[in-house]
């Protein structure tokens, strides 16, 4: 089996554990980067959920990651709420205008 094949078993699996909403998508208007906010609950490992965000969700990276201007910015990964082991993180991104 290969490393694909094996990560797309674990995103699947991971992904059955995570529930996220999708509160905000798009441009606020013409000519403007693309902002999306989610809230994320899961019980999983903040790193773990962190990683799903960032690599499934709405794939993004830190600034100082960035290769290149125009690249999926992660603006936000917070905690917002904890109910027992459920908890739920704001994740926010934004994507440059290119025009």
């Known amino acids: 089996m290969s490393n694909n094949n094996i990560t797309a078993i674990k995103a699947h699996a991971i992904k059955d554990l995570v529930h996220a909403k999708c ?15 989610y809230t994320v609950s899961s019980a999983l490992q903040a790193s ?3 990683e799903y965000c960032m690599s499934i969700l709405r794939p ?7 290769v290149h201007p125009f690249e999926n ?5 917070v ?8 908890v739920t993180y704001s ?3 934004r994507s440059a205008y290119t025009g």
């Open 23 to 37: 509160i905000r998508a798009g441009q606020a208007g013409a000519y403007q980067d693309s902002f999306y906010d």
């Open 48 to 50: 773990v959920v962190r």
């Open 60 to 66: 993004s990276k830190v600034r100082k990651d960035m």
């Open 73 to 77: 910015e992660m603006i936000e990964f």
């Open 79 to 86: 905690e917002i709420s904890r109910v027992g082991d459920l």
């Open 91 to 93: 994740y926010k991104t």
